[in-house]
């Protein structure tokens, strides 16, 4: 794992004990919301855990709220970066200042439904040890209903948002992932920088015998902050559209389906307005250098089935059980 690059500003390293889970918080300004994601990890129950908010660069009089939230206190830490590093990068660099056996991670613009979400997740990853993740439900700020913008499932599945069902993917506002797992597979992929990190790692764990479960008991309220949120019009489209590519080539995705992939990005890049975007992210896609993490895609779209070397977990569907 990455060794931590940056500075330990308030708060307390966890304890050198075993303990269940370190809760793991980005910070960018978004002060208000930052502050009530902290209180609401701070508030979690039933097991042990450490608070790691990691700052990317918020403003001077940010940096200080959060500073005072942390100092004294034994059960978080504060680090900044000093500069934002990206999502993958950042969360990367948050995890490797603890070594809970979880890592249970919540947006910044989020909070945890109750008090024994991270519990119930820990337990649940406990329970279910071929899990490597869990995707929590994605709830609106309220939690009132769905939060439709943070749906990363099939369509046909939103029926089911507040049950079990094993997944290919997990949503990023609110997650779990078992430490073994990470340690195993490296972590998100730093050079995405920013959006399809969560499905990057989603194939690797796959590849590597995991399963992934979307765990509609469990949920987070998500209130999707303007401040600091890379809008269509900023440079989301360029990552989205430059990460998903990247991530098909380390796949080996075959050119013919990268072509009516970027056959359909030029189209939405040009009903978005945002045409320049879509090109400037293709081209890097293709400029990114892949090294030694090459994979290689089953026709299903999928990786292949575990082979010789990787771990050998229980079916994926024993996951679902009993609520799915």
């Not at 709830?139 to 046909?156: F, K, R, V």
């Not at 430490?179 to 690797?204: H, I, M, P, V």
């Not at 990787?310 to 059980?321: I, T």
């Amino acid at each position: 794992m990455i060794a931590p690059a940056a500075a330990l500003l308030a708060g307390s390293h966890p304890p050198s004990c075993t303990y269940d889970a370190d809760i793991l918080i980005l910070s960018l300004d978004r002060i208000e919301e930052t502050e009530a994601a902290i209180r609401s990890a701070l508030a979690q129950v039933d097991l042990g855990r450490h608070v790691i908010v990691f700052d990317q660069g918020s403003a001077p009089a940010a940096l200080a709220r959060l500073t005072a939230l942390a100092s004294l206190r034994t059960d978080m830490l504060l680090a900044s970066a000093g500069t934002n590093l990206g999502v993958a990068a950042g969360r990367n660099r948050a995890a490797s200042f603890g070594h809970g056996r979880a890592l249970v991670v919540l947006d910044n613009d989020a909070e945890f439904a109750d008090a024994t979400t991270a519990a119930r997740a820990v337990q649940l990853l406990d329970a279910q040890p071929a899990l490597a993740a869990i995707g929590f439900r994605i709830m609106n700020g309220d939690g009132s209903g769905e939060d439709d913008a943070s749906w990363g499932y099939p369509a046909a599945l939103r029926a089911q948002a507040a049950s079990r069902f094993a997944s290919a993917t997990f949503v990023g506002a609110g997650h779990a992932i078992r430490r073994q797992a990470w340690q195993s597979l490296g972590g998100y992929d730093d050079n995405l920088f920013f959006t399809w990190e969560e499905y990057d790692f989603a194939l690797r764990a796959i590849d590597q015998g995991w399963c992934l479960l979307h765990a509609g008991d469990i949920a987070v309220h998500h209130k999707l902050a303007t401040e600091r949120r890379v809008g269509w019009g900023g440079r989301r489209w360029f990552f989205y559209v430059r990460n998903r590519l990247y991530i098909a080539r380390k796949w080996q995705t075959p050119w013919t389906t990268l072509a009516i992939r970027l056959a359909g990005y030029s189209m939405r890049s040009v009903r978005l307005g945002v045409p320049r975007q879509g090109i400037a992210g293709a081209v890097a896609a293709f400029r990114m250098p892949l090294g030694p993490d090459v994979h290689r895609m089953s026709h299903a779209g999928l990786p292949d089935a575990p082979g010789p070397g990787r771990p050998s977990h229980e079916p994926c569907r024993a996951c679902v059980s009993p609520h799915g």
